[in-house]
């Protein structure tokens, strides 16, 4: 069974990352750029607002009795093709867990440019994730 509150309570988290990553979505590139304390502010905030993401899809899927789980994209594959999000929003998203890799693990150089275009574009996928997270513990 899915623990309603817990889930509730990194929605939460996760709303709050937003707003924060909302305020440096509206600095200017060259500020970011220039600045190790704000790409510090965008990687975190981003990271840990995608590992809310898999801790969430996890969650759902153990409580559902998916614990065959091979990494962090699998959750995102399983949630679409369990209709917990719509399959075309999983196909959208699946890079995050690859993106959370990429800034935990620094694999190579961080390209700052793909990040500040990640932070511009694509907040709306952790509002549009809250959305459909929502609607399904509603109906559980």
């Known amino acids: 069974m899915v623990d309603k509150f817990l889930v509730t309570k990194k929605i939460n988290e ?9 305020d440096l979505k509206r600095m200017p590139f060259v500020k970011i750029s220039e600045s190790l304390k704000e790409q510090w502010a965008v ?6 607002s995608i590992q809310i993401v898999i801790d969430i899809g996890n969650h759902i899927l153990a409580s559902i009795g998916e614990n065959q789980i091979e990494d962090y994209a699998d959750i995102i594959d399983k949630l679409g093709k369990l209709e917990i999000i719509p399959a075309d929003f999983a196909k959208k998203i699946k890079g995050m867990p690859g993106l959370r890799n990429i800034l935990v693990h620094e694999y190579g150089i961080i390209d700052i440019k793909k990040i500040y275009d990640i932070l511009q574009n694509n907040l ?6 809250i959305f459909y997270i929502k609607k399904y513990i509603e109906k559980e």
């Open 14 to 22: 996760l709303k709050n990352n937003l707003k924060i990553l909302h």
């Open 43 to 48: 990687f975190y905030g981003l990271q840990i």
């Open 124 to 129: 709306g996928d952790f509002e549009d994730f």
